[in-house]
């Protein structure tokens, strides 16, 4: 030893020696300390867990620390985590010894910290990014003409699952739901009315190539076609149909495919080595050889399109398919080099009763290559595998993921891998996204789970969200392309936190943050890439669940779902992101002299999210009652078009940009009737964008939803409903599914689909102005609101309009009939001498006492509220309307019963058996109004609506006196 290194090795020696003599602290001893910094880290992150030391281990005069797991449950950031340390620094009592090392669930603290979530589009330099794999891998779908999304979620493939299903519980031979039937609903349908109608929408407005191991359609008619025989027998009710196949030119056999042989089919059954598939070589540029599948469609509707074909390794990568609907032709290119032996997902669309619709492929395509082609199935049906001797009864996308998957391709490997069917059911789900991936050769990016949990709250707070992901499987911390399994956190941590934040600024303020927890749960164990269960909110929680029957809650969530996911995928592979906008408003459609009309709106911004900017939008067009063609772009907020007399025109708006496009806008329309008319135009304002949960009542020991005071209005349709509460008990305990105590509902409407505002009434109601020889055009409110024209009448469609509570009570109340703004421009109308309609549930109702609208009421219409439960017939006079739930229109439970006030106010229509009268007439000194408590649009027969209008219209243009019934 030289003298030089003397002086240091006393110093080092001084340094331990007084930690020497100290006595190393318990792990109990640290309880106060943990205690503390729990408190603190609640306070930080609004996360609650409890904290211990299990672990001490000393390191010269350092302590390091082992917490128990839930300490690694937090999120945790780069400043995060050195807060921490001081919190601990700041609060260490252990003399002698400082703190060192922490570790928690087997990780150093440091290796569980995640990129803080932004909002800037700008990735942060995360560590464990890879190189992005959109550089050089061929797209699988490509849908020709449409627009890319360069820094949305173009060339990404995500596999997504809407937590259970219905299933066969073997113990009691019976199909049964796998959660319980509470407040309306069961987690089983419950968590699709997230995932369908929005989530996955969302995700592939972005580009995205979303696959699912439940069928995603919830129509429940079927047609398959194919090259191979099918079953003989009836095909009677809702028994899938069969289609008719055709081929041209050269084909020949390509080995083992697909064929439906059984009506009914058990786990023993494998329909896709049941037949076969077809080849033919490619011609390059001119195709010589095609084949077309054309379904018989026995009820006009929205149907999935899903193609099959047979992988070979000279598969053709740009194989061309057409599929002709009703609004058109969309053409598609399919790299057949991956997803072969399954059904592959084209997309949605809307086909007329018959066999007008088909889907072809021709053989153009790279010389040397082969297109493959086996059967085409067109909607999702209904169960069609047996157990216990018997099918589900329901709906095909009601039932439990592995039904489906043997439907879809996957043998028993996958599906029959573990003892029961309820096992089967979750566990085969990441085994099917290995195998897509493995198998099928398709490049999964990311696994994500949607359940909600159950458990309850002594008062209104919430349950809240909660994220799980899986560290270790079987021994293994990393995914088979070398990545840390911890990149799961990630997209745990960016979901939840995306979740939450948008949460709290839209609906509520205290809504609850659970943990990121590791668990070694299946779903996410096992799916092969990075993964995630979200637990969104308690199902079994009351306060909770008035929030989750909301439809703008749902948008809200699955928006921020899949900016989670948009951001997520922006760090794994280090680019930049764009947010898809939010859709256009203040849409107007003018008619601009007898052959033209003006399009005109505004661009709706985000405040969230600074890139979700517009850059264009892309305008589709609807003739009469056919569907939507594929759209034409504009860079403008402004579109104007020819049209023909005689024809209604119907337009609805996207905006795009390069992270994605919107959902649609309201639909407006516009017509102009044959023949020469000398009346002005009818401006139709839709004033109902009401969605809403159903009412609720609350009191101390007494609470739930209750329909007959308002079912709600679900945004298009309703898909998870399943019955009425019948349990409103607040001490009613659970028991089991069966009886789950308070909130508990019936099932008894399982599996139906209920009508909601599909924002489509301006046709409906232009429809009978057409006929009736009006000219019509329309505008939403807040363009009504801010428009200068005059126009001889304004039909104004308020529908189920009208007041709505938020949750627990902490936002205003939404969705009131009369707006400021609103009220204004009817005041500017009339003050012109213009004659005005108002129809709908709670045009006078939703008038609180000595409020403007009350007095508008009073005054302009000329009219006053007798009776907000004007019926229980659903008749206005002899005329049925829209009264129980049901799939086509939405119902009216609540119609207002109205008493004329003014000395030019008359009763025009009663309400069967009553002394209400269900419309009035006012003729006021300049202008005449016509107020109907019914909206005109749920009225049943077509005949009935035109009859309505008729009046009305020729009362408010000519002074004509409207005839009774």
Same mark, same amino acid.
Request: overall charge neutral.
């Given at each position: 030893m030289t003298l030089r290194r003397l002086p240091a090795l006393l110093l080092s020696l001084m340094l331990v020696l007084p930690a020497a003599g100290q006595t190393v602290p318990r792990t109990r001893d640290f309880r106060p300390l943990c205690d503390t910094l729990a408190a603190r880290l609640k306070r930080r992150t609004t996360v609650d867990f409890r904290l211990s030391v299990s672990r001490i281990r000393r390191n010269g005069s350092e302590l390091d620390l082992t917490f128990n797991a839930n300490l690694s449950y937090f999120p945790w950031h780069d400043d995060d985590v050195q807060w921490f340390r001081e919190q601990l620094r700041g609060e260490w009592s252990f003399q002698g010894f400082t703190p060192g090392r922490i570790r928690t669930n087997g990780y150093e603290l440091d290796e569980l910290v995640t990129p803080r979530l932004t909002s800037d589009g700008k990735p942060y330099r995360y560590p464990f990014s890879v190189e992005d794999p959109r550089r050089n891998q061929p797209r699988f779908i490509t849908r020709l003409g449409a627009r890319r999304y360069p820094k949305g979620l173009d060339d990404r493939y995500i596999v997504l699952w809407q937590s259970h299903g219905r299933y066969y519980k073997e113990e009691a031979d019976d199909w049964t739901w796998q959660r319980a039937r509470i407040h309306r609903t069961v987690e089983d349908m419950f968590t699709q009315t997230f995932v369908l109608p929005f989530l996955i929408p969302m995700l592939e407005n972005a580009g995205a190539y979303v696959m699912t191991p439940r069928e995603r359609d919830t129509?429940?008619?079927?047609?398959?076609?194919? !090259? /191979? @025989?099918?079953?003989?027998? @009836?095909?009677? =009710?809702?028994?899938?149909q069969q289609g008719f196949y055709s081929e041209s030119g050269g084909w020949s056999s390509a080995g083992e495919g697909f064929a439906d042989t059984l009506a009914v089919y058990t786990?023993? /059954?494998?329909?896709?080595? +049941? #037949?076969?598939?077809?080849?033919? @070589?490619? +011609?390059g540029d001119e195709p010589d050889a095609s084949v077309s599948w054309t379904p018989q469609i026995a009820r006009r509707g929205s149907y999935a399109v899903y193609i099959s074909y047979k992988s070979l390794p000279n598969s053709c990568q740009t194989a061309h398919y057409t599929v002709r609907h009703l609004g058109g032709q969309t053409e598609f290119t399919v790299n057949q080099r991956r997803g072969g032996g399954t059904w592959i997902y084209l997309g949605t669309f809307e086909f007329a009763e018959g066999s007008a619709g088909s889907v072809t492929l021709d053989n153009r395509g790279p010389e040397g290559e082969v297109v493959t082609a086996d059967a085409l199935k067109v909607g999702g049906g209904m169960g069609k595998l047996a157990r216990g001797g018997r099918t589900s009864g329901m709906p095909a996308s009601a039932e439990g993921a592995h039904y489906w998957m043997q439907w879809a391709g996957a043998d028993t490997?996958?599906?029959?891998?573990?003892?029961? /069917?309820?096992?089967c059911d979750y566990a085969s789900r990441g085994a099917w996204t290995v195998m897509m991936k493995e198998e099928k050769d398709i490049p999964i990016d990311l696994a994500l789970a949607f359940h909600t949990d159950a458990g309850v709250t002594p008062s209104d707070s919430t349950v809240g969200t909660l994220a799980i992901y899986t560290l270790n499987n079987d021994g293994e911390r990393t995914f088979e392309d070398g990545r840390s399994r911890v990149v799961s956190r990630v997209l745990c941590d960016y979901v939840q936190s995306q979740i939450v934040q948008d949460l709290r600024e839209d609906f509520d303020s205290q809504w609850s943050r659970r943990g990121l927890m590791d668990r070694s749960y299946s779903e996410p164990r096992t799916a092969g890439v990075p993964a995630m269960i979200l637990e969104l909110l308690s199902h079994q929680n009351f306060a909770d669940m008035k929030y989750g029957l909301d439809p703008a809650f749902r948008f809200t969530v699955s928006r921020a779902v899949y900016k989670g996911i948009l951001k997520t995928l922006s760090e794994f592979y280090h680019s930049p992101y764009v947010v898809q906008p939010l859709a256009p408003q203040a849409f107007a459609a003018r008619l601009d002299g007898q052959d033209r009309v003006s399009l005109s709106w505004k661009p709706t911004p985000d405040p969230k999210e600074p890139t979700a900017t517009t850059d264009g939008y892309i305008v589709y067009t609807r003739i009469d009652d056919g569907a939507f063609d594929d759209g034409v772009e504009t860079a403008e907020p402004r579109f104007s078009r020819s049209i023909e007399p005689g024809h209604i025109y119907s337009f609805q708006v996207v905006a795009f940009n390069e992270g994605g496009k919107s959902f649609p806008s309201e639909i407006l329309s516009a017509g102009v009737p044959l023949g020469l008319r000398n009346r002005a135009p009818v401006l139709i304002v839709n004033n109902f964008d009401r969605i809403s949960a159903p009412a609720w009542v609350e009191s101390p020991g007494f609470a739930g939803f209750e329909s007959r005071l308002d079912t709600g209005v679900p945004y298009l349709s309703e898909i998870g409903y399943t019955g009425e509460n019948y349990e409103f008990r607040r001490s009613a305990l659970y028991v089991d599914d069966d009886y789950p105590g308070f909130g508990a509902s019936y099932d008894d409407r399982a599996g139906e689909i209920i009508a909601g505002n599909t924002f489509d009434y301006p046709y409906r109601h232009g429809a009978a102005l057409l006929r009736l020889g009006y000219p019509f055009c329309s505008m939403s409110r807040d363009a009504f609101c801010e428009a200068a024209e005059e126009y001889a009448a304004v039909d104004l469609i308020c529908g189920k309009q009208g007041r709505t509570p938020t949750g627990r009570g902490e936002r205003p109340d939404r969705f009131s009939v009369y707006t400021e703004p609103l009220l204004a421009a009817l005041q500017r109308h009339v003050g012109h001498g213009g004659g005005l309609l108002v129809s709908g549930a709670n045009i006078a109702s939703d008038a609180p006492e000595g409020s403007a609208a009350a007095a508008f009421i009073a005054d302009v219409l000329g009219c006053t509220l007798a009776n907000p439960f004007g019926t229980n017939t659903g008749r206005i006079a002899d005329m049925p309307f829209s009264h129980t739930l049901n799939p086509d229109i939405y119902s009216v439970e609540c119609a207002d019963a109205l008493k004329p006030s003014g000395k030019g =106010?008359?009763?025009?229509?009663?309400? $069967? #058996?009553?002394?209400?009268?269900? +419309?009035?007439? !006012?003729? +006021?000194?300049?202008?005449?109004?016509?107020?109907? #408590?019914? $909206?005109?649009?749920?009225?049943?027969?077509a005949g009935d609506r035109e009859w309505i209008l008729g009046q009305a219209l020729a009362f408010l243009y000519d002074g004509k006196k409207p005839a009774k019934r």
């Open positions: 129509q429940r008619l079927e047609v398959i076609t194919d !090259n /191979d @025989p099918a079953f003989k027998g @009836p095909r009677e =009710a809702l028994m899938r786990f023993d /059954d494998f329909p896709w080595r +049941a #037949g076969t598939a077809r080849q033919a @070589p490619c +011609a490997s996958v599906t029959r891998a573990w003892e029961t /069917d309820y096992i =106010a008359r009763t025009w229509l009663r309400y $069967p #058996g009553e002394l209400y009268a269900a +419309a009035v007439c !006012n003729q +006021a000194d300049q202008y005449r109004t016509v107020s109907i #408590g019914v $909206p005109v649009e749920t009225v049943l027969r």
